[in-house]
C-alpha cells in the first residue's frame, strides 16, 4: 500500500508539472539592440522568477534598433519589442493598418542627443549652427533635429550632416572630422572614454534639456495582438515593473543578469553605464513621485506633435494610438 501510495503522489506530480506547463504562455521579445547592462531592468525579472510566477516563458533576443524591433512586432514575428518611442509614431503614421504601440516606458526621459568636445567651443545648441555633424540616416536624433534647432533659436539649414554608419560616427568626432555627433552619450561617452578622451571633455546636449520633452525607450507590442491578449500584457508589464525596480535597487545584479546572456561583457563598464542611465533617462523625478511609465496625455500629444512637425505628418496617429496606459499595476506598485 505504501508503494501505491507513493507511486499515486508520483503521478499527481507529474500531473501538476504538466498542467502547470501547458498553462504557460511562450512569448518572444526583441530588444532594441545587443545586450548590455540595463537590459537587466528585463532579464532580472526573467532570472528573479517574476515571468514565471506571471505565467509566462519569454525568450529575450538580442536587437537590431529600434526600427527593426518595431518591424518584426508589426509582422507578427515577435509578441513585445524594445523601440524608441518617437520612433513608433513615424511608424504608425505610415502603417495606419498596422499600428504598434507602447505598453510600459522604460526611459522616461530620451536618450537622445547631441555630443560634441569641448576644444570644438560648442557649449549650448546655438554652438551648432554652422557646425558639421555626422549621424547615421534616418535615425530620431535626425528626424527631431529641424524642431531641436528651432526650439533653440538656431538654423537647421546650417549644419553639414555627414552620413555614416552608427558605428563609424563616433570615430570621426575623436579625429575631428565632425564638430559634433548625435548620440546617446551611455555609448559615445564610453567610446570616448576608452580612446583616452576624459568625461570632463565631452559636452552633452540632452534634447530632453532643450526644449524637447520626450519619452525614450518602450515596451511596444502591435495592436492586433494588445487586442486579443489584453491579460497577457497586463502579465508581462506587471512583471517587467518588478523587474525594474530590482534592477533600481541593486545594478550590479542588473548587470550579472544582463551579462549570462553575452559573456564578453565588461561588468564594470556596463555598471558605470546602467549607473549614468538611471540617472538620466531612467529614474527620473517624474518617474520617482508617480512610478515607472508614468505619462500624461498632455504630454504625449507634444511628442507627437514634435514628431509630426518634423516628419510632415498631416494626420498624427493619437495619443492611445501611441502608448496604452491601461496595462500598468497601480502608481504604488510601479515607485523605484
Known amino acids: 500500500m505504501r508503494r501505491l501510495g507513493a507511486i499515486g503522489a508520483g503521478i499527481a506530480i507529474l500531473i501538476a508539472a504538466a498542467g502547470s506547463a501547458a498553462a ?34 519569454v525568450k529575450i533576443d538580442r536587437g537590431y534598433g529600434s526600427g527593426d524591433a518595431i518591424a518584426k512586432v508589426a509582422s507578427g514575428a515577435y509578441e513585445f519589442g524594445l523601440a524608441d518611442i518617437p ?6 503614421a505610415k502603417n495606419p493598418n498596422n499600428k504598434v504601440v507602447a505598453i510600459l516606458a522604460q ?12 576644444k570644438s567651443g560648442i557649449k549650448t545648441p546655438k554652438d551648432l549652427a554652422g557646425r558639421t555633424i555626422a549621424a547615421p ?11 531641436f ?20 560616427k563616433d570615430s570621426l568626432l575623436l579625429r575631428g572630422e565632425a564638430d559634433a555627433v548625435t548620440a546617446f552619450p551611455s555609448t559615445t561617452l564610453f567610446f570616448l572614454q576608452s580612446q583616452g578622451v576624459p568625461a570632463e571633455d565631452a559636452v552633452v546636449l540632452r534634447f530632453a534639456d532643450h526644449g524637447l520633452d520626450l519619452v525614450g525607450n518602450g515596451v511596444i507590442v502591435s495592436a492586433e495582438y494588445a487586442a486579443r491578449n489584453p491579460d497577457v500584457l497586463k502579465a508581462f508589464v506587471r512583471a517587467s515593473v518588478k523587474g525594474f525596480r530590482d534592477a533600481a535597487a541593486d545594478i550590479k545584479k542588473a548587470v550579472a543578469s544582463a551579462k549570462k546572456r553575452d559573456n564578453l561583457m ?7 553605464r546602467v549607473a549614468m542611465l538611471m540617472r538620466s533617462s531612467v529614474l527620473t523625478p517624474n518617474v520617482r513621485a508617480n512610478g515607472f ?22 494626420d498624427p496617429p493619437k495619443p492611445g494610438d501611441v502608448y496604452r496606459g491601461d496595462y500598468l499595476p497601480p502608481a504604488e506598485e510601479r515607485k523605484p
Open 87 to 92: 520612433t513608433l509614431i513615424s511608424f504608425n
Open 107 to 118: 526611459y522616461d526621459k530620451t536618450e537622445t542627443s547631441i555630443v560634441a568636445l569641448k
Open 266 to 272: 565588461r561588468e564594470d563598464i556596463e555598471e558605470r
Open 293 to 314: 511609465s508614468h505619462i500624461d496625455e498632455a504630454r504625449l500629444a507634444r511628442m507627437i506633435g514634435f514628431v509630426a512637425k518634423a516628419s510632415e505628418i498631416a
Open 24 to 57: 504557460e504562455t511562450r512569448v518572444k521579445f526583441v530588444l532594441d539592440w545587443a545586450f548590455q547592462g540595463i537590459h537587466g531592468m528585463f532579464t532580472l525579472a526573467e532570472d528573479n522568477g517574476h515571468f514565471a510566477k506571471e505565467g509566462l516563458a
Open 137 to 147: 540616416a534616418g535615425t530620431s536624433a535626425r528626424l527631431l533635429f529641424p524642431i
Open 149 to 168: 534647432a528651432s526650439v533653440n533659436g538656431f538654423d537647421a539649414q546650417s549644419i553639414k550632416w555627414v552620413t555614416v554608419k552608427p558605428d563609424v
